[in-house]
């Protein structure tokens, strides 16, 4: 043990040391080795109050054959952090201590309270019952006013299984929606109902919504609450069940194993819906850009405009030729401000083999295609001179199949890869296309991979790891460094930061990063064992 704390220790001094050569301050705290039961968790930022990060420790669910932290009973907790990176309280969630069992389903800061919301299935009345209490910041401790906000009966519903629950903020943290999906055995929607509240959680409207299309499968893909308690729904319409859920897909045959990626066959069509006026009013269309097809797409309503952005195919092709923004009326259908640029095959088809290409090409039967990706698309951000910005993550899934004997295991696999960052102009035209070449490979979990960005004078910060594959006899994966890459003003990229080849850097967690009011970022990180953490801050200011 004093081996590993002592190798991690030594990896922290030389992250600092070289941050100080590029003129970063950096804290760290010391690696805690925290007991069994404590260390069997996620992290997960929650945001920050003042000058305080909070954290969410939450229970981390074994998957056999998978690398993982833990399992087990453990609960949530909630853990506070000040300016120096101590930890200065770290409090359990009692949230039912009458001992009845009950669903975590997540914790929000909104103006400056902490509220988690939890759920409870009364299987008697056939009702899905969901709660809120709030947090005191300061200690940590439950507030005594847990509130029942919303019932959902399902009574009439004789396939349901059980409910799903998300929720988002408005900008201004006024408003809040949760969206319920209905679900059956094989977790397939069967209904869908959206609440709106106010930020003391009164009830302001509340409806029960169905996409419209009439064959074919729907998908719902993202929410949005303005701060007039408007909802915008971002979903899917797939033409048929069979390219839902048997998406194209292509074999990676190596001696120890073969890998089958999956990715979107491009049939299907964005549709987004607005219900404005409490939900009486409803507005909805199918999004297209002329002579293209929108393969991966965000959306974001600020000061009652709506502006989707995102990446491009050309039609019934799944390769990204390029990206585009602009802005929207829902209600109207009508686009103003439209920009779009087209990548390079060059700039997409880096970093992947062409062994791996032609595989791909010959799985869908279409050797003109080269770029297996599906993307994961940010809201457009601001920076402080005014410049827009958004990331395109490249991103596949697959399934790792390995035999022992007469024992066949199936394990998922998350492959996040480059990204790509689009400038844009006032008007939505795009000024540039930067890249930032990376590599991230696991089995089981995602919350090692993608990267925190930040901005310094000017300047974009991108901090990853990487993740080789590595299919051998007893290793599947092996972590390799810590790098942080700049994007300056005049679009030039530049590698700023690369941990020694002596070291093995702690995988960092992007899920953790909390944005604290001095323009400083924390994250959490977690060794290649899955056993120490600890939390660092980076001042950007």
Same mark, same amino acid.
């Given at each position: !043990?004093?081996?590993?704390?002592?190798?991690?220790?030594?990896?922290?001094?030389?992250? +600092?040391? +070289?941050?100080?050569?590029?003129?970063?301050?950096?804290?760290?705290?010391?690696? *805690?080795?925290?007991?069994?039961?404590?260390?069997?968790?996620?992290?997960?930022?929650?945001?920050?109050?003042? #000058?305080?990060?909070?954290?969410?420790?939450?229970?981390?669910?074994?998957?056999?054959?998978?690398?993982?932290?833990?399992?087990?009973?453990?609960?949530?907790?909630?853990?506070?952090?000040?300016?120096?990176?101590?930890?200065?309280?770290?409090?359990? %969630?009692?949230?039912?201590?009458?001992?009845?069992?009950?669903?975590?389903?997540?914790?929000?800061?909104?103006?400056?309270?902490?509220?988690?919301?939890?759920?409870?299935?009364?299987? $008697?009345?056939?009702?899905?019952?969901?709660?809120?209490?709030?947090?005191? /910041?300061?200690? *940590?401790?439950?507030?005594?006013?847990?509130?029942?906000?919303?019932?959902?009966?399902?009574?009439?519903?004789?396939?349901? &299984?059980?409910?799903?629950?998300?929720?988002?903020?408005?900008?201004?943290?006024?408003?809040? !929606?949760?969206?319920?999906?209905?679900?059956?055995?094989?977790?397939?929607?069967?209904?869908?109902?959206?609440?709106?509240?106010?930020?003391?959680?009164?009830?302001?409207?509340?409806?029960?919504?169905?996409?419209?299309?009439?064959?074919?499968?729907?998908?719902?893909?993202?929410?949005?609450?303005?701060?007039?308690?408007?909802?915008?729904? %971002?979903?899917?319409?797939?033409?048929?069940?069979?390219?839902?859920?048997?998406?194209?897909?292509?074999?990676?045959?190596?001696?120890?194993?073969?890998?089958? @990626?999956?990715?979107?066959?491009?049939?299907?069509?964005?549709?987004?819906?607005?219900?404005?006026?409490?939900?009486?009013?409803?507005?909805?269309?199918?999004?297209?850009?002329?002579?293209?097809?929108?393969?991966?797409?965000?959306?974001?309503?600020?000061?009652?405009?709506?502006?989707?952005?995102?990446?491009?195919?050309?039609?019934?092709?799944? +390769?990204?030729?390029?990206?585009?923004?602009?802005?929207?009326?829902?209600?109207?259908?009508?686009?103003?401000?439209?920009?779009?640029?087209?990548?390079?095959?060059?700039?997409? $088809?880096?970093?992947?083999?062409?062994?791996?290409?032609?595989?791909?090409?010959? +799985?869908?039967? #279409?050797?003109? $295609?080269?770029?297996?990706?599906?993307?994961?698309?940010?809201?457009? &951000?601001? %920076?402080?001179?005014?410049?827009?910005?958004?990331? =395109?993550?490249?991103?596949?899934?697959?399934?790792?199949?390995?035999?022992?004997?007469?024992?066949?295991?199936?394990?998922?696999?998350?492959?996040?890869?480059?990204?790509?960052?689009?400038?844009?102009?006032?008007?939505?035209?795009?000024?540039?296309?930067?890249?930032?070449? &990376?590599?991230?490979?696991?089995? =089981?979990?995602?919350i090692y991979n993608s990267f925190i960005d930040f901005e310094k004078e000017g300047s974009l910060y991108f901090i990853y790891n990487t993740i080789e594959r590595k299919d051998g006899l007893f290793k599947n994966a092996e972590v390799g460094k810590t790098y942080i890459s700049k994007i300056d003003d005049s679009s030039n990229t530049s590698e700023v930061y690369k941990? /020694?080849?002596?070291?093995? =850097?702690? %995988?960092?967690?992007?899920?953790?990063?909390?944005?604290? /009011?001095?323009?400083?970022? *924390?994250?959490?990180?977690?060794?290649?064992?899955?056993?120490? @953490?600890?939390?660092?801050?980076?001042?950007?200011?």
């Open positions: !043990m004093k081996t590993i704390l002592t190798f991690l220790l030594i990896i922290s001094a030389t992250f +600092s040391l +070289s941050a100080e050569e590029i003129n970063y301050n950096v804290k760290s705290t010391e690696v *805690l080795r925290d007991r069994l039961l404590e260390r069997s968790a996620g992290l997960k930022a929650i945001g920050s109050i003042n #000058d305080h990060a909070y954290i969410l420790y939450q229970p981390f669910t074994a998957i056999y054959g998978g690398s993982t932290i833990g399992g087990g009973k453990m609960g949530h907790y909630i853990g506070m952090f000040d300016k120096d990176v101590n930890l200065v309280k770290k409090t359990k %969630l009692n949230l039912a201590p009458d001992g009845r069992n009950v669903d975590f389903e997540g914790a929000q800061i909104i103006n400056d309270k902490i509220l988690v919301f939890f759920s409870f299935q009364n299987e $008697e009345k056939k009702s899905h019952y969901l709660f809120s209490r709030s947090v005191n /910041p300061a200690t *940590l401790e439950l507030n005594d006013d847990s509130k029942m906000i919303a019932e959902l009966d399902y009574s009439g519903i004789s396939k349901y &299984k059980r409910t799903s629950v998300q929720y988002e903020t408005s900008e201004d943290e006024s408003k809040i !929606m949760f969206f319920y999906t209905v679900l059956n055995r094989k977790n397939e929607p069967l209904r869908f109902a959206i609440h709106v509240y106010d930020n003391e959680l009164n009830s302001i409207w509340q409806n029960s919504v169905s996409p419209k299309f009439k064959e074919g499968v729907f998908s719902y893909k993202q929410f949005r609450v303005d701060n007039n308690g408007d909802v915008y729904l %971002l979903g899917a319409h797939y033409a048929d069940k069979k390219n839902y859920f048997d998406s194209a897909k292509f074999n990676d045959h190596d001696f120890f194993s073969k890998d089958t @990626y999956f990715t979107d066959v491009p049939n299907f069509t964005y549709q987004l819906y607005k219900f404005s006026n409490n939900g009486a009013k409803e507005a909805s269309l199918d999004i297209h850009l002329d002579s293209k097809f929108i393969r991966s797409m965000n959306f974001t309503v600020l000061n009652g405009k709506t502006r989707v952005n995102g990446i491009f195919s050309d039609p019934e092709t799944i +390769s990204a030729r390029g990206a585009f923004a602009f802005n929207l009326d829902v209600e109207s259908g009508k686009k103003t401000e439209i920009g779009i640029e087209t990548f390079s095959v060059e700039l997409i $088809e880096k970093g992947f083999s062409e062994k791996q290409l032609n595989r791909f090409r010959r +799985s869908i039967k #279409d050797k003109s $295609e080269y770029d297996p990706f599906d993307y994961i698309i940010s809201e457009v &951000k601001t %920076l402080s001179d005014g410049t827009k910005y958004y990331t =395109a993550e490249q991103f596949i899934t697959g399934t790792k199949k390995e035999q022992s004997g007469n024992q066949v295991t199936y394990t998922p696999i998350y492959f996040y890869n480059n990204v790509f960052v689009i400038r844009l102009n006032a008007d939505n035209s795009i000024n540039s296309i930067d890249k930032i070449s &990376k590599s991230q490979y696991s089995l =089981a979990t995602t941990t /020694p080849e002596s070291n093995k =850097a702690p %995988l960092i967690m992007p899920v953790t990063k909390v944005e604290l /009011p001095d323009h400083s970022v *924390l994250y959490g990180m977690m060794s290649a064992n899955f056993k120490d @953490y600890k939390f660092e801050i980076i001042d950007v200011k």
